[in-house]
């Protein structure tokens, strides 16, 4: 895309603002997008003398900036929560105060129908934000700056060679372990197992690896409900409660800081809230037994607008200390996922899990290096506590490039 500055279109803006002020025709409607996807305002964007105006609040909080309304002196108070800048504008003032400094605005901030507008590229630059004019679209594109995100990878079939990168993520979830067609705990399978040593390297020294250079080793336990041997683990409650104690067992004796459970396929057919419930309880039972070893939880599901309903969000959250939700795999992969499909499955999910347990579940399988960074804004906007990379393996240096851009250590 051909981009200039916003103030280098203040020719062609301001003549369109002047035909609708002379009852001319409609102004065009204006596109703001953030990291390459539509960002909903309760008003549209307007523009004023070639500079365009947004609602404060919603851009405030889609970049992560939090914000404080004075109303004695009809003042806003900006602050970036990472290095703690902070902008201050007032009401039909031009004088904006930027770290305690003195800044004209070519026009002052104003109200209308409720909402308070700013303008859009001096607040987006001021906390890092690069912003571009499409003028052929009218399109303002916004590239947010990177944010502190909680990063894991995932280490499972076929991540070997890409071993050395776990160390640039906060945690790896192993998938070494699942159960199997009998409904049986193992160690052993064709896709998720414990795998040989190679050389020097062995499982282990994998996992202590990972855990001398601070990061957090997940044991991912992975199990499908293809055949039903999924349902037969959770209805079976003494089933349930060896599988449970396997699990635990093996991730305190490999040294695993936590366990990751991968429970796929729940919920296709029949009733859903009681398979919820099944679920629900096997959770609750592995929450006690890993806290007790010193172990911590994490699920990852099905996104909540996808075929699988046995699944509640809610009360998962309140059992695991993070949650990832795959918000993959709509179209079999075939391509980077809809970014529609996605935004829903994660304001879908928080309604019931706080941003702050929310992992978003990528997959590598589906994106490339040039549809990432919009996944990843995604995460950004809606505040969420990181991202999940399926897998080591699959990721690659143009992606990891991508990861290390768009997320601040």
Known sequence: MAAVTLAACAGLCGSATAMAQAGGPAEQSVTILLDDYPL????????????????????????????????????????????????????????????????????????????TLIPLAFFSQQFGANVSWDAATRTVSIDSPPRQLRTMAFYAISSFREAPLASSFDAVAFGWGRLDESSNFTLEGKDFYWP?????????????GV??????????????????????????????EGTIERIVDTAAERRFSGVLLDFEGLGLTGDAEAVQESYNSFVRKL?????????????????PNGAY?????????TLSDEMI?????????????????????????????????????????????????????????????????????????????????????
């Open 325 to 409: 939700v795959m918000a993959y795999a709509y179209e079999g992969e075939k391509g980077p996922e809809p970014m529609k499909r996605v935004d829903e499955a994660i304001r879908r999910t928080l309604n019931d899990v706080p941003a702050e347990k929310l992992l978003l579940g990528i997959s590598m399988g589906s994106e490339n290096a040039d549809s990432l960074g919009a996944k990843i804004g995604l995460a950004k906007r809606y505040g969420l506590r990181g991202i999940a990379m399926w897998r080591l393996g699959l990721i690659g240096e143009e992606a990891s490039q991508v990861i290390r851009a768009e997320v601040r250590e």
């Open 196 to 208: 040989e040593p190679a050389g020097d390297v062995t499982p282990q020294s994998l996992v202590d």
């Open 287 to 303: 929450d006690s037994a890993a806290d007790a070893r010193g172990l911590r939880l994490a699920v990852a599901v099905h996104p």
């Open 309 to 317: 309903r046995g699944y509640d969000y809610k009360t998962l959250a």
């Open 40 to 115: 909903p305002l309760p008003l549209a964007p307007t523009i004023v003398d070639g500079t365009t105006m947004v609602p404060f609040r919603a851009i405030s909080e889609a970049l992560g900036i939090t914000v404080e309304w004075q109303e004695e002196t009809r003042s806003i108070a900006a602050a970036d929560p990472t290095d703690g800048k902070v902008v201050e504008l007032t009401l039909g003032s031009n004088v904006a105060r930027v770290g305690g400094i003195d800044t004209e605005l070519r026009v002052a901030p104003m109200s209308v129908d409720g909402s």
């Open 211 to 240: 855990t001398e250079q601070g990061r957090d080793p997940y044991f991912m336990v992975f199990a499908s409900d293809a055949a039903g041997e999924l349902t037969a683990v959770l209805e079976d409650e003494t089933l349930a």
